[in-house]
Each structure stands twice: as structure tokens, then as C-alpha cells.
């Protein structure tokens, strides 16, 4: 909460050694960073996007991911299992939020718009 509040990298890591602490003691983690995931798509798909949400969400999945992976009974379990794709699809979805957000704010509206219909186009 305090991250989402403030935006601040260093909250963001405070949650990263939480859900760490989390993997180390107790095995319903996986709801967790399944759980964390569901609310930050639910923030994208209402438009509630915002930076703040990037600097909560990102570092949160890398560096516990991470250490998550430095636990004996987890291991590489954290990159392999089906269990924590969640977290790495919405991981994807906020970097591509996160970039036509940046796009939109250096183009001018038409500008814009003529990339995304170049970008459509080209995907289809």
C-alpha cells in the first residue's frame, strides 16, 4: 500500500523481501503472487494505471522471483511451474502499458493514432 501510495523504489523492495519472508514460511505463497497479479490487471483493464503501479508491481516480481528462488524446497520451481505464470503474463502486459503510455505522451494525438492503426495493421 505504502509503495502504491509514495511510488518510492525502496517500498517496493521492502515488498519484495516480505513476499520472500512469505516464501520461506508458509506454502500458500502462490495465492499470493497470484493474488497481487489479479489486482494489478483489474487496475490496467479499469484504467487505473499508473507509474506507481509499475514501480509496486515490477521490482516485485524480479527481485522475488528472485529470492524466491533462493529457497531450497522452491528453487527453480519459481520460473518453471505453471503456478507463477500469472505474475510474469501481467509482468508483460504493464511493460506494454507501460511503453504505449510513453508513446502516447511524446506523439501528438494523430500521431498517435496513426501508430496504433500502423501497429494493428502490421499485427494482422
Do not use: D
Amino acid at each position: 500500500m505504502q509503495t502504491l501510495n509514495t511510488g518510492s523504489l525502496f517500498y517496493a523492495t521492502l515488498n519484495a523481501i516480505a513476499y520472500f519472508y512469505m516464501v520461506c514460511s508458509w506454502g500458500g505463497y502462490t495465492f499470493i503472487i497470484n493474488l497481487i497479479p489479479m489486482h494489478v490487471l483489474l487496475c490496467i483493464v479499469t484504467g487505473r494505471y499508473s507509474p506507481r503501479l509499475y514501480i509496486a508491481y515490477a521490482p516485485l516480481v524480479v527481485l522475488g522471483t528472485l529470492l524466491a528462488a533462493l529457497v531450497p524446497v522452491v528453487g527453480f520451481n519459481a520460473v518453471l511451474t505453471s503456478e507463477h505464470f500469472a505474475s510474469f503474463l501481467v509482468f508483460i502486459i504493464i511493460h506494454v502499458v507501460a511503453l504505449v503510455y510513453y508513446i502516447k505522451g511524446i506523439l501528438s494525438p494523430k500521431m498517435f493514432k496513426v501508430a496504433v492503426t500502423l501497429v494493428v495493421s502490421i499485427g494482422l
